[in-house]
T-cell receptor, first 113, second 115 residues
Framework: DTEVTQTPKHLVMGMTNKKSLKCEQH?????MYWYKQKAKKPPELMFV???????INESVPSRFSPECPNSSLLNLHLHALQPEDSALYLC????????????FGQGTRLTVV | AQKITQTQPGMFVQEKEAVTLDCTYD???????LFWYKQPSSGEMIFLIY??????QNATEGRYSLNFQKARKSANLVISASQLGDSAMYFC????????????FGDGTTLTVKP
């Protein structure tokens, strides 16, 4: 199983809504990542978890709140987002922070209205 | 600071021909990894190939090969026998031990394979 599964695939939310993105992997990977990607741009790193602890926060606004409940799951809680937060949100995992290969999920296409 | 430069915003190739996607990088680290990802319109980032800075041989994975020239700091991706399904955005990326967990991506190259 070399899959990273993200749900939902598409999400439309209002600026006052609270929603969560979910990411799951069963490869035994101990590093998990959240990226934000705008159209035709490279992914931008948001958060990195290593062994279920937050390792990197790239100065992401507090309206984005990550959570790693266990080694297989990574959530991204969204609250009071702005229209400019509309993007593709990608989750990835790797065996460790120093591992060469990261597996990505298919992403969640988020639209904030 | 690390930087990846992909100078070709868009490339066209005829089906069954080979194509080279350019990537140059800049880093002061001695130990680093270079890799290429393919991103179709569906959005998923698909890992293609990896080259370590200390690897003396160029990496190959099926139809993909990485032309690694360390002195020139280049890591070009060569796709042989292009297929229509190769049409996608391709990203070159780098990770180093001093920035564990952080990957630096280039701006990407959109490849279109013509029938």
């Amino acid at each position: 199983d070399t899959e990273v599964t993200q749900t939902p695939k598409h999400l439309v939310m209002g600026m006052t809504n609270k929603k969560s993105l979910k990411c799951e992997q069963h490869m035994g990977h101990r590093a998990m990542y959240w990226y934000k990607q705008k159209a035709k741009k490279p992914p931008e790193l948001m958060f990195v978890y290593s062994y279920e602890k937050l390792s990197i926060n790239e100065s992401v606004p507090s309206r984005f709140s990550p959570e790693c409940p266990n080694s297989s799951l990574l959530n991204l809680h969204l609250h009071a987002l702005q229209p400019e937060d509309s993007a593709l949100y990608l989750c990835a995992s790797s065996l460790s922070l120093r591992d060469t290969e990261a597996f990505f999920g298919q992403g969640t296409r988020l639209t904030v209205v | 600071a690390q930087k990846i430069t992909q100078t070709q915003p868009g490339m066209f190739v005829q089906e069954k021909e080979a194509v080279t996607l350019d990537c140059t990088y800049d880093t002061s680290d001695q130990s680093y990894g270079l890799f290429w990802y393919k991103q179709p319109s569906s959005g998923e980032m698909i890992f293609l190939i990896y080259q370590g800075s200390y690897d003396e041989q160029n990496a190959t994975e099926g139809r993909y090969s990485l032309n690694f020239q360390k002195a020139r700091k280049s890591a070009n991706l060569v796709i042989s026998a292009s297929q229509l399904g190769d049409s996608a955005m391709y990203f070159c990326a780098m990770r180093s031990n001093t920035n564990a967990g952080k990957s630096t991506f280039g701006d990407g190259t959109t490849l279109t394979v013509k029938p």
